[in-house]
């Protein structure tokens, strides 16, 4: 953020990154939980029966 503001450190964006890195390790941690939804039953029939 800084290179685009004449090397400037600005607080804003700071927290604008924070946020947009919280975003993506929100969007993480719900495409794991749904992997695990769609593959854990097929994993446990194919190792059990």
């Known amino acids: 953020v800084d290179m685009f503001t004449d090397f400037h450190f600005h607080p804003i964006g700071k927290k604008i990154k924070d946020?947009?890195?919280?975003?993506v390790l929100v969007t993480a941690c719900f495409s794991v939980i749904v992997g695990l939804i769609l593959f854990v039953p097929k994993i446990y029939h194919l190792l059990f029966n």
Do not use: D, F, I, S
Not at 19 to 23: F, T, Y
């Open 19 to 23: 946020m947009a890195a919280g975003a």
